[in-house]
């Protein structure tokens, strides 16, 4: 099982520019002349955040981290989309699900093809319970533990040769879970500003020579947008 340095600092620094857009939000507000007398109100833009509405969506460009293969030394970096919905069937529960995709290159074995730096994809199909933590008119914090399934291909731009050359997987649809959540800063009653740094739990295996299976656990982020619809529970 494999955890990168990399998720704690990437949280870190992904928490820390949530603090400072939420200081900003804070500060937030317009000033509009009342009828008649000439004098100013300020009118507070997240007045009217409220956490009871019944579904949301969000999407976010995507990052990724995968080992391509049990024995490689050089994982891949990919990028895509983070597509993910939400049932709340009360103030703190939901249903979630997500489907993702990564694409990019990968490290290689040396090998006597000449093959560097293949192409790659993994596809991520999860649902599972979400929670609402700790939460204001400004932002919150949201858990999640979702299970189902990754597609990986692996072999797309191996120009026929076995995977085995390579030291890559088979393109495989294995088990996959994810564990993390959101961090939300209100930007409306409907719109949010969402990063979502995660663990992803994936457990590809080789189907030539020695059967192998391997977990691997790699950090993924997303930053992107929410909307809440306006249907209240």
Not at 79 to 101: C, I, M, P
Not at 155 to 163: A, F, N, V, Y
């Amino acid at each position: 099982m494999r955890v990168k340095v990399s998720f704690t600092t990437a949280l870190a620094a992904a928490t820390a520019l949530a603090l400072c857009a939420g200081s900003l939000a804070h500060a937030q507000s317009t000033a509009s002349p009342t009828a008649g007398n000439g004098t100013y109100i300020t009118v507070d833009p997240l007045a009217k955040v409220r956490y009871d509405n019944r579904y949301d969506v969000s999407v976010g460009l995507a990052y990724d981290h995968i080992k391509a293969g049990p024995t490689l030394l050089q994982g891949s970096n990919l990028g895509g989309l983070d597509l993910s919905a939400s049932y709340w069937f009360s103030k703190h529960w939901a249903v979630e699900g997500s489907g993702r995709g990564y694409l990019g290159t990968s490290g290689a074995a040396p090998n006597s093809v000449n093959i560097k730096g293949p192409f790659v994809s993994q596809y991520l199909f999860v649902a599972g319970p979400e929670w609402l933590g700790p939460h204001n008119k400004h932002g919150a914090l949201i858990a999640h533990a979702l299970v189902g399934g990754a597609y990986g291909n692996f072999e797309q731009d191996l120009r026929g040769s076995s995977p085995s050359v390579v030291d890559f997987y088979n393109n495989q649809i294995a088990p996959a879970g994810i564990i993390g959540g959101h961090i939300d800063l209100n930007r409306s009653a409907h719109w949010v500003f969402r990063i979502t740094p995660d663990a992803v739990i994936t457990r590809y295996g080789i189907n030539y020579g020695n059967k192998i299976t391997q977990t691997d656990v790699n950090f993924a982020i997303s930053v992107g947008v929410q909307y809440k619809f306006s249907g209240k529970r």
